[in-house]
């Protein structure tokens, strides 16, 4: 126990140290920094008013507060019930337990590094340093929004983004469920939460805010110091490469390097409590309203809008792969109508702020129908043992959703368009097939790096620890072998 533990401080330290090695150390352009007056020759000529301070708005203060609470709810209990009732009996508290310290775990490297290598000023590829250790942040420091002149407390936003880290490595846990180390779990968690998570984040959501944008050129200035995938046009509303490709390929990577599940194939490995999947599902579904809706920043239209789109698009997934369901097996099951809920809303959050509610209904029925076949005609192509189906769901639903938000963007087919901050109104032309392309590199670059980063780790990890529990302990289930207690007494 103590070799491990240390081992997992060591291994902490050590991606910390690596992560800082080489990342620009630059001040961000926080909206609560105090621009300097320029100095002027002539001393008579009077200095230029300073700009008032900006405030936030308690409304939008208020909701960000909430959706955050929402988005905790998403993994706890929400995730972890959905999960643990679609392991088998003897697996559910190791389920359970990875998500809450995993959860607990990459909030504390959060305040710590992470939000400061996501969201602050460094480079193309990942953060700087300035919010190391939060450090410099206050309850009057403001983070900028969409909006010129709107502003949110810093403190929600750095809670809001937390949530959305904690989830995405939870998520992961579902591909190799019944049969990886616990502490091997943890330390994977460290490594990939480093190098894939705040990187990717960074390149699709970073960018220093919308007011110094005056011209056009101000926006040119801007753009350059904001993330990499930022600046091509990656258009990621709430998470569906950040947050769903990114976990899903890792999951994959993970179930590939771990190996399968003793007996899988030839024994049933059947869920063992569909009424907690049900539970955790709909718990899910109650929380992506914070999840998608929230990433609006503000209490406005397009917090409605995604909201409204979330709601939309997940009804119709839960019908159409429950449809689907009933024409291939001649039953429409509880797995399959809490399995499409989830697809439609991975599917949705990428597109939720930009589409129309017409299509958020078609981009939730093609998730239905499409994350049914990713669990059953492309899980046995790929010839993976996904314990939880997390590609079949999260990285097909994150794809789909990714790529049809370049096409249901467009005002023609009732999107918002894309901002222009020059003329402060959507601009005139939108080309589906330049912001097709544009999406396709989100993905293709998401999919790359953290499946690169996942190998990496996994096989490191399995030299200096090894990846899998023994036989033995995996035939008597991780409920007793790693954690020495039983979710059932019998």
């Excluded at 909030?107 to 939000?115: D, E, K, Q």
């Excluded at 049809?404 to 467009?410: H, M, P, R, S, Y």
């Amino acid at each position: 126990m103590l070799t491990w533990m240390k081992r997992l401080v060591a291994g902490s330290a050590m991606a910390l140290a690596i992560g800082a090695t080489g990342v620009m150390v630059t001040s961000p352009a926080h909206a609560d920094e105090v621009k300097k007056p320029a100095v002027t020759a002539a001393a008579a000529t009077p200095a230029a008013p300073e700009a008032p301070a900006l405030v936030p708005n308690k409304g939008d203060t208020a909701w960000l507060l909430v959706c955050t609470a929402l988005v905790i709810l998403m993994t706890l209990p929400g995730l972890a019930l959905f999960y643990g009732g679609l392991t088998r009996s003897k697996n559910i508290l190791s389920v359970l337990v990875q998500c809450m310290v995993v959860f607990s775990l990459i909030t504390v490297l959060w305040s710590i590094y992470g939000y400061s290598f996501a969201f602050t000023e460094g480079g193309a590829f990942i953060g700087g340093l300035d919010r190391l250790f939060l450090g410099g942040m206050t309850p009057d420091s403001v983070a900028a929004t969409f909006s010129k002149g709107i502003v949110v407390p810093e403190y929600v936003f750095m809670a809001f983004q937390a949530a959305f880290a904690t989830i995405t490595c939870c998520l992961i846990i579902g591909s190799f469920a019944e049969r990886a180390k616990f502490s091997a779990i943890l330390v994977f968690m460290i490594l990939w939460f480093t190098f894939s998570y705040l990187p990717i984040a960074h390149m699709v959501w970073f960018w220093p805010g919308p007011d110094d944008i005056k011209d056009t050129a101000s926006l040119e200035a801007i753009t350059a110091r904001a993330g990499w995938l930022w600046q091509k046009g990656v258009l990621d509303f709430a998470g569906g490469t950040v947050v769903h490709i990114n976990a899903a390929i890792a999951g994959l990577v993970g179930s590939f390097v771990i190996g399968k599940r003793i007996g899988y194939g030839k024994e049933a490995m059947k869920p063992h409590n569909l009424v907690l999947v049900m539970i955790g599902a709909a718990l899910l579904w109650f929380g992506w309203f914070g999840f998608n809706a929230g990433s609006a920043l503000e209490a406005n239209g397009s917090a409605a809008l995604a909201f409204v789109n979330t709601y939309l698009a997940t009804a119709a997934a839960v019908l159409t792969w429950s449809f689907a369901e009933w024409v291939l097996k001649g039953k429409p099951s509880m797995l399959g109508a809490a399995s499409g809920c989830v697809a439609g809303l991975v599917a949705i959050t990428p597109a939720a702020g930009f589409v129309g509610p017409m299509g958020a209904l078609i981009i939730g029925a093609a998730a239905g129908v499409v994350c049914l076949w990713g669990v059953t005609g492309l899980k046995k192509i790929l010839g993976s043992d996904d314990s939880l189906d997390v590609f079949g769901v999260h990285g097909v639903g994150g794809i789909l959703g990714a790529l049809l938000t370049g096409v249901f963007t467009d005002p023609a087919l009732g999107g918002t368009g894309i901002w222009d901050y020059v003329a402060n109104a959507a601009a005139p032309d939108y080309s589906i097939a330049s912001q097709l392309w544009i999406q396709s590199q989100g993905v293709i670059t998401t999919l790359i790096w953290s499946g690169v980063v996942s190998f990496i780790a996994f096989k490191l990890i399995d030299i200096v620890i090894g990846l899998r529990v023994k036989e033995d302990e995996e035939r008597e289930g991780l409920d007793i072998s790693s954690h020495g207690e039983s979710a059932y007494e019998t």
